[in-house]
């Protein structure tokens, strides 16, 4: 759907970005991460054709954005970080305007208009001024502009910035639902949204291509050996010496708990080996209750710290 190669941007002596490439899939969600100044949003602008690139090439859907612009730009529907709203506009009335910057047929505006509003949920603001309205409802406006046209892709940059927690959830479940139907790119500071919603993440850092990978795949690379936590009722050094027993376990660490309801143990799986029936069956056997067990895999904040810090 989309393929990007060796991608270079200069200003001046300056490399924002250098030698980018990677492709997104048809009906994908993909993260695309970086720390400020890494060329996120350059590398967005030259895909969605705002800027020019130094050398390299953006295809979309077949079209390369320099040579076939407009076919190539027809396939995109682009929210910027800061969403391009006429203020003294109603939501309607910009609507119709980006329709008519979009090229949409007349005939089709009602129908087409009125399911976006609906899947935004932006119908009950349709006549208010776009200036009067809150931070999220500007940032449903601004997707809803995105997808006029029924464009196969939709570009989001920093969709979930400024906020609350309840309209993040809405935008998250709005994301979901346009995945369906369109291929997405998400790039945002928003680590927990990306990892919600994704499924690869591009993190580029100092202009270059970092990593490429679905989350839980970068995750077992990045951790050497998997962990995981049980939270259980018991004597902690009778389970400790118990859990050492399992085949495929490694080390076991004891964690310190201020509560005497509970008590946590770390165990370092050394193998392939599927060890938390073996676990169950222990813990069962010494009458120690099991309250939790999840898996300590890298999360999606570990991986880009380790890969754009080194740590």
Same mark, same amino acid.
């Given at each position: 759907?989309?393929?990007?190669?060796n991608?270079?941007?200069?200003?001046?002596?300056?490399?924002a970005?250098?030698?980018?490439?990677f492709?997104?899939n048809?009906?994908?969600?993909?993260?695309?991460?970086?720390?400020?100044?890494?060329?996120?949003?350059?590398?967005?602008?030259i895909?969605?054709g705002?800027?020019?690139?130094?050398?390299?090439?953006v295809?979309i859907?077949?079209?390369?954005?320099?040579?076939?612009?407009?076919?190539?730009?027809?396939?995109i529907?682009?929210?910027?970080?800061?969403?391009?709203?006429?203020?003294?506009?109603?939501?309607?009335?910009?609507?119709n305007?980006?329709?008519?910057?979009?090229?949409?047929?007349?005939?089709?505006?009602?129908?087409?208009?009125?399911?976006?509003?609906?899947?935004?949920?932006?119908v009950?603001?349709?006549?208010?001024?776009?200036?009067?309205l809150?931070?999220?409802y500007?940032?449903?406006?601004g997707?809803?502009?995105a997808? *006029?046209?029924?464009?196969?892709?939709?570009?989001?940059?920093?969709?979930?910035?400024?906020?609350d927690?309840?309209?993040?959830?809405?935008?998250?479940?709005?994301?979901?639902k346009?995945?369906?139907n369109?291929?997405?790119?998400?790039?945002?500071?928003?680590?927990?949204? *990306?990892?919600?919603v994704?499924?690869?993440?591009?993190?580029?850092?100092?202009?270059?291509?970092?990593?490429?990978?679905?989350?839980?795949?970068?995750?077992?690379?990045?951790s050497?050996?998997?962990?995981?936590?049980?939270?259980?009722?018991?004597?902690?050094?009778?389970?400790?010496?118990?859990?050492?027993?399992?085949?495929?376990i490694?080390?076991?660490? *004891?964690?310190?708990?201020k509560?005497?309801d509970?008590n946590?143990v770390?165990?370092?799986?050394?193998?392939?080996?599927?060890?938390?029936?073996s676990?169950?069956?222990?813990?069962?056997?010494?009458?120690?209750?099991?309250?939790?067990?999840?898996s300590?895999?890298?999360?999606?904040?570990?991986?880009?710290?380790?890969?754009?810090?080194?740590?």
């Open positions: 759907m989309i393929e990007i190669k991608l270079v941007k200069c200003y001046g002596d300056k490399r970005v250098n030698g980018i490439s492709t997104v048809k009906g994908e969600v993909l993260g695309f991460l970086g720390p400020n100044g890494a060329g996120k949003s350059t590398t967005m602008n895909i969605t705002y800027l020019s690139s130094t050398s390299g090439s295809v859907n077949g079209h390369d954005i320099l040579e076939e612009p407009e076919l190539a730009k027809k396939c529907g682009y929210l910027p970080e800061l969403p391009p709203l006429y203020l003294d506009m109603t939501v309607v009335e910009y609507l305007f980006m329709c008519d910057i979009k090229g949409v047929n007349k005939k089709d505006r009602v129908p087409q208009l009125a399911k976006i509003m609906a899947m935004v949920k932006i009950d603001v349709a006549d208010r001024l776009i200036k009067n809150s931070k999220g500007k940032q449903r406006v997707i809803a502009q997808m *006029i046209g029924n464009p196969e892709i939709l570009i989001l940059d920093e969709p979930t910035v400024g906020l927690p309840n309209q993040i959830r809405e935008i998250r479940k709005l994301i979901r346009l995945a369906t369109h291929t997405v790119i998400i790039s945002s500071h928003i680590l927990s949204e *990306i990892q919600a994704c499924d690869r993440v591009v993190i580029i850092n100092k202009g270059k291509v970092a990593a490429i990978d679905s989350i839980d795949d970068l995750s077992g690379r990045l050497k050996a998997k962990k995981m936590l049980v939270v259980f009722k018991g004597d902690p050094k009778l389970v400790s010496n118990s859990i050492r027993a399992i085949p495929g490694g080390e076991v660490f *004891i964690r310190e708990s509560s005497e509970y946590q770390e165990v370092t799986i050394s193998s392939e080996a599927e060890v938390r029936t676990i169950f069956y222990t813990m069962a056997q010494i009458n120690c209750p099991i309250l939790e067990m999840r300590l895999d890298a999360s999606l904040e570990d991986i880009f710290l380790n890969i754009t810090q080194g740590a």
